[in-house]
């Protein structure tokens, strides 16, 4: 009987330090979702940025320039 009185002590106490816990764990939730999602949309978002950064500064701008030298050189002439 005494196992048991402590092991319900415990799940009591367990209970209680997950309700004081509740508003804390609440205040992440910011539009419904956790702080989990949260971390995982922001490290999808930054991803999409390095991609968008790495084939802009390597493809496109290189591109442009190249456009922009061909056309000062063609009209130069």
Do not use: C, D, Q
């Amino acid at each position: 009987m005494g196992k048991e009185v402590v092991t319900t002590a415990a799940n009591i106490s367990l209970g209680t330090e997950a309700a004081k816990a509740a508003p804390f764990a609440a205040a992440f939730m910011v539009g419904g979702l956790t702080a989990m999602e949260w971390a995982y949309i922001l490290a999808a978002a930054y991803s999409g940025l390095l991609i968008i950064h790495f084939v802009g500064s390597k493809w496109f701008l290189p591109l442009l320039r190249l456009i922009r030298k061909g056309r000062a050189a063609g009209g130069a002439e």
